[in-house]
């Protein structure tokens, strides 16, 4: 088992590193205060890794590129989009959470068009910028409970409903929408529709005001009789009640790994600057002594990084299953699970640990304290990703094991 990251992906890193370190970072606390304004900073740099992907051979990186690779013959040596995709965001994450959320052509739903679209709706749609939207005010974690419907009429669907905490649902160019083609088949029928910014019937209701993550917008959408064609329809448009709707879910193990990468470069972020912040007052922090005799906070700070490289592998794990056609779902969910857990723990423990500095706004600390919960929260909480790793080690079904 060789555990360093390959060669080829230094380039990626640096450069990841660089955009944190001089775009994002300076930016951060300014589009933390101006919640809801719009990053424009970040417009220059999406078309930078749109010229990269565009002349990429090895596929690009990014939200929109994260298509699960074949088997590749069951060499198991392949490392691609997926693992290019957290390393990159787990840098840019060590900059700004939020920020990296915003970057043009980068959403959720370009995820969710990369895993399931064919080939003509990959050259049509490649370049949306396309947010996701799932959640519905009565309908959260349980995907089966979702009540947005899409009938079929001539040649469109017809999707009425509404949906909640939508990251990029106003910024975005489409909307990629859950709902379902008969609400009495549960979770069989639901299909994901790509909706395009302007079409009749789809309106933005309001912008949430958030605990963190505030430079990236989160919007509540409404759909009344809104009309899209049948080409929109990503994946298989029958109902069958033996695949279920994996191929909705697909979008979710690749993209989990790299929610967990996030979590681990915001809490990176918040570690790095606690040792600086603690090493000013002349505390050892070197590992050459043994835990019994170190300062607690010496003990605490290796503790802390300790757990974080522990999650660090589990997503690396998970990110190279995807890159060759293994299942991953079990491991996708204990990399977030664990990252998201991690993440949110260690951000905190740091505000603590650096006293006033830690809580005051002249750190980024607590910042990075209150955007670390989201990634223990979206893309399936904590508690459904034990559910799922639950349901995958028993071999039990959800009917089975709720």
Known sequence: MNLEIPRKFAPLINQAQQVAREVFRPISRKYDLAEHEYPSELDMFASIMDGMNDGAADGGTGAGKLARSDNNGGTGNRNGTNMKTVLGLTELCWGDVGLALSIPRQGLGNSAIAAVANDEQLARLGNTWAAMAITEPGAGSDTAAIR???????????????????????????????????????????????VEKGTPGMTVERLEKKLGIRASDTAAIRFDNCRV??????????????????????????????????????????????????????TDLEYRHQTWTQPAVTRELQLMEAELEAARLLTLRAAWMADNGLPNSKEASIAKAKAG??????????????????????????????????????????????????RRLLGKSSAELK
């Open 341 to 390: 857990r991690v993440g949110n723990t260690i951000t905190l423990r740091c505000v603590e640990l650096c006293g006033s500095l830690g809580y005051g706004e002249t750190e980024l600390l607590e910042k990075w304290a209150r955007d670390s919960k989201i990634l223990d929260i979206f893309e399936g909480t904590q508690q459904i990703q034990l559910l799922i790793i639950a």
């Open 148 to 194: 947005t419907t899409a009938t079929e009429d001539g040649d469109d669907y017809v999707i009425n409903g509404e949906k909640i905490y939508v990251t990029a649902g106003e910024r975005a160019d489409a909307v990629v929408v859950w709902a379902t083609l008969d609400r009495n088949k549960g979770r069989a029928a639901i299909k994901s529709f790509v």
């Open 229 to 282: 064609p049948r080409e929109n329809l990503l994946g298989d448009p029958d109902i069958s009640v033996e695949k279920g709707f994996a191929g909705a879910m697909q979008t979710f193990d690749n993209t989990r790994p790299v929610v967990a990468g996030m979590a681990i470069g915001v809490a990176s972020a918040a570690l790095q600057k606690t040792r600086e912040l603690i090493a000013l007052t002349g």
